[in-house]
């Protein structure tokens, strides 16, 4: 049986893969670039860094900026995102994952945030959910971000266990590959056309009960 949960934040846990994508979208605009949903999803689960290359490469301004104007563009980028997450409550937290936090503890399986994001401690405070976390990964310090196993594994580290006894929770592409290279069993929030066809998925979070991991885990492992 799994031992441990490793959760992916935005997109996941709460909606805040919309803000970061309204986020980039005015930096981007400022900058003449054009970015639209179906771009977003390369953007779903990569770090602020990255992300900032990945616009600027879609808009042909590759080379365009200095190390420092890019550590300056993604400030800014993390300026407009935090004017717009002040007021995330407990009340923002996707429907079911209160309840499978719960449900998990209750069954005594470690919970941990894989998050790329160096705003999660921020919001698991904001939401009311630090309390339900064995361990957060810091993710400043992996080498790589997703789709690098290293968030993955590090949360597992930090959970001690490996990440062959875990399920990671996903709703980006690179995050999805992020769990397939760690070893976990991963989970994935959205539709195949978002994430593909060969993995099991949910369409939304109140599908992620207790019920549904423990049969998903069952049928990957006889
Ligand atoms: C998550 C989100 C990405 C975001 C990244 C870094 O992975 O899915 O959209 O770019 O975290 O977030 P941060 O809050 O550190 O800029
Ligand atoms: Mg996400």
Known sequence: MFKGVLFDLDGVITDTAE??????????KELGIT???????SLKGVSR?????LILNHGDQTNKYTLEECARLAEKKNH???STIQS???KDVFPGIL???QELKAHQVKIGLASASKNGPFLLEKMALTSFFDTVADPAKVPFGKPAPDIFIAAAKGLNIQPEECIGIEDSKAGIQAIIKSRALPIGVGTTKELGANIP????????????LHNTWNSHHD
């Open 35 to 41: 970015i639209d949903r179906d771009f977003n999803e």
């Open 201 to 212: 998925l949910v369409t939304k979070t109140d599908q992620l009960t207790y019920d549904y």
């Open 80 to 82: 407009y995102y935090l």
């Open 19 to 28: 803000y970061h994508y309204q986020a980039w979208k005015l930096l981007a």
């Open 99 to 101: 309840a499978l936090l």
């Open 88 to 90: 995330i409550g407990p």
């Open 49 to 53: 860094e990255d992300s900032l290359k």
